[in-house]
């Protein structure tokens, strides 16, 4: 590997990061993307330590924590720091081998705290076009539709879904009481779509699919048990070929929808904390991250200096 011209770099540190990225390629076998990421993550380090009028090989720990601020400071993410720091801690190891420092300043820092990824969610009119895919004229397909519908109107689990039994409906007030995480009840509406779909369900298809039996499961398999999560998501997957969906979906995207969608309306976070079953309220802040994610993509879809 032939060296690289660095900018504001001092050549013998500019030796040092080649002479390391060299021993990566020949004991590790690194890919040239790899190593070329190395070489501007440090090379971006070496830079910095310029302007403080730093050696690289004197650098101490609270000089890295004022190089990741800076960084930060920057606008690099949570991710891109980590990445920083985990080729800073190759190239100090590899310094520290090489008996050309006597101490590593990278030992003891931890990695920044990744954010939790945005969850997977769906567009109203994709979920308008799922709940409109399962066939209704047919048992089977008014189940699905029935189960989608409730999925969407209540933001249940898949778990608590699948659970339910027919006495913890009460379709007169349009509420269901749901037996959630470390059996913590709660009251959650249904709405009058998804009330007039149990009512039609209960009425027409229940007790035509197979498996029927007088136990009060709502949504039963074949054996008469309740319907397992594996065989709703695969019906989930089914009626989304249906609708033309390509994007990657599971029942619990219809969870996150049902956040997101209150949220965008003007809901309240403390209500969809309620609605959800969440026990604090930053389980439930992520979605406000997903409503933004949202809000963004809007103003720079319609705003005229979006």
């Known amino acids: 590997m032939s060296a690289s011209n660095h900018k504001k770099i001092h050549p013998k540190q500019a030796a040092l990061l080649e002479q ?21 993550d440090i090379a971006r380090f070496m830079e910095w330590l310029t302007t ?37 801690r190759g190239f100090y190891l590899w310094l520290l081998d090489k008996q050309l420092i006597t101490e590593n300043p990278v030992a003891q820092i931890e990695r920044p705290k990744l954010g939790r990824p945005l969850p997977a969610t769906m567009t109203e009119a994709e979920v308008e076009a799922l709940l409109a ?22 933001g249940l689990r898949v ?8 006495s913890q409906l009460d379709l007169r ?21 998804a ?6 369900y209960l009425l027409q298809a229940r007790e035509q699919l197979p498996g029927a039996v007088p136990n009060g499961v709502l949504f039963h398999g074949p054996s008469g048990k309740p319907m ?23 029942p619990h995207t219809l969870r996150h929808a049902f956040a997101t969608h209150l949220l965008n309306h003007g809901a309240d976070l403390r209500v969809v904390q309620l609605l959800l079953g969440h ?11 997903v409503a933004t994610e949202r809000l963004k993509h809007l103003h720079s879809q319609y705003h005229p200096r979006g």
Do not use: C
């Open 20 to 40: 390391w990225l060299d021993s990566l390629w020949l004991e590790k076998g690194l890919s040239e993307n790899s190593l070329s990421n190395y070489r501007r």
């Open 173 to 193: 007030r349009g509420v269901v009481r749901v037996v959630g995480k470390g059996n913590k009840e709660r009251l959650v509406p249904l709405g009058e779509e």
């Open 228 to 250: 397992t999560r594996q065989a709703f998501w695969y019906r989930i997957k089914r009626q989304a070929i249906n609708a033309g969906i390509s994007s990657d979906i599971s």
């Open 159 to 166: 778990s608590e879904l699948v659970a339910l039994h027919i």
């Open 133 to 154: 895919a399962p066939d209704v004229s047919e048992p089977l397909g008014l189940r699905d539709k029935t189960m989608l519908e409730v999925l969407y109107a209540t």
């Open 52 to 88: 403080q009028n730093v050696k690289v090989v004197a650098v101490t720990r609270s000089q890295i924590y004022d190089y990741l601020a800076a960084q930060h400071s920057r606008g690099l993410s949570a991710r891109t720091l980590s990445r920083h720091l985990s080729a800073l």
């Open 279 to 289: 026990s604090s309220v930053s389980t439930t802040q992520i979605y406000t991250h």
């Open 195 to 200: 009330v007039r779909w149990l009512e039609q």
